[in-house]
T-cell receptor, first 111, second 120 residues
Framework: RKEVEQDPGPFNVPEGATVAFNCTYS??????FFWYRQDCRKEPKLLMS???SGNEDGRFTAQLNRASQYISLLIRDSKLSDSATYLC????????????FGKGTSLLVTP | GAVVSQHPSWVICKSGTSVKIECRSL??????MFWYRQFPKQSLMLMAT?????????EQGVEKDKFLINHASLTLSTLTVTSAHPEDSSFYIC????????????????FGEGSRLTVL
């Protein structure tokens, strides 16, 4: 079983739509959680950290449910520029600062 | 913000040759850097943790004699793919943590732009 699992998509949504991505992780000792964005053939870039209390950054809202080992990302009012692959990322207690990446969920926002 | 630079961005080589990829932290020092590999439509997989002044720590299944890592200074780590074969063709990405800015917390890992290796 992979440590971090995501629905690969693709999610095709019209501009202005709201879209949600989900992710589950297998290691209950995981301590830090992130969403990264990766554009085609580029390096991943941090979108936001994810906290148990939930956090929001503009149109993006992330939630963490430790009991269910579940992470979500909600994007409101989608823009064309949001088209990318969204990576769910987890860091374990004993992994130092190395990250475990999900395969990513592909999003395409269309006009 | 902190920047991590990788070189080369693209490399094409013949089977059997060795290729060196450099990872530099441009405005911070990093005692630890990480090397990842990403195959098409796959997740980034950690290959090894590069430790300044000591041996790298390799993940299970990664051959240390094939993927040589050197972290001779606080701003430079190199990954050498020795005797490259077509199955080594992949996107190699390094990352580093700005330990000063992160303080005692986890902080953000900064990624290099990646190096795309194609072995013919």
């Amino acid at each position: 079983r992979k440590e971090v699992e995501q629905d690969p998509g693709p999610f095709n949504v019209p501009e202005g739509a709201t879209v949600a991505f989900n992710c589950t992780y297998s290691n209950s000792a995981s301590q830090s959680f992130f969403w990264y964005r990766q554009d085609c053939r580029k390096e991943p870039k941090l979108l936001m950290s994810v906290y148990s209390s939930g956090n929001e950054d503009g149109r993006f809202t992330a939630q963490l449910n430790r009991a269910s080992q579940y992470i979500s990302l909600l994007i409101r009012d989608s823009k064309l520029s949001d088209s990318a692959t969204y990576l769910c990322v987890v860091r374990g207690r004993n992994s130092g600062y190395a990250l475990n990446f999900g395969k990513g969920t592909s999003l395409l926002v269309t006009p | 913000g902190a920047v991590v630079s990788q070189h080369p961005s693209w490399v094409i080589c013949k089977s059997g040759t060795s290729v060196k990829i450099e990872c530099r932290s441009l405005d911070f020092q990093a005692t630890t850097m990480f090397w990842y590999r990403q195959f098409p439509k796959q997740s980034l997989m950690l290959m090894a943790t590069s430790n300044e002044g000591s041996k790298a720590t390799y993940e299970q299944g990664v051959e240390k004699d094939k993927f040589l890592i050197n972290h001779a200074s606080l701003t430079l780590s190199t990954l050498t793919v020795t005797s490259a074969h077509p199955e080594d063709s992949s996107f190699y990405i390094c990352s580093a943590r700005d330990e000063v800015r992160a303080g005692g917390g986890h902080g953000e890992l900064f990624f290099g732009e990646g190096s795309r290796l194609t072995v013919l």
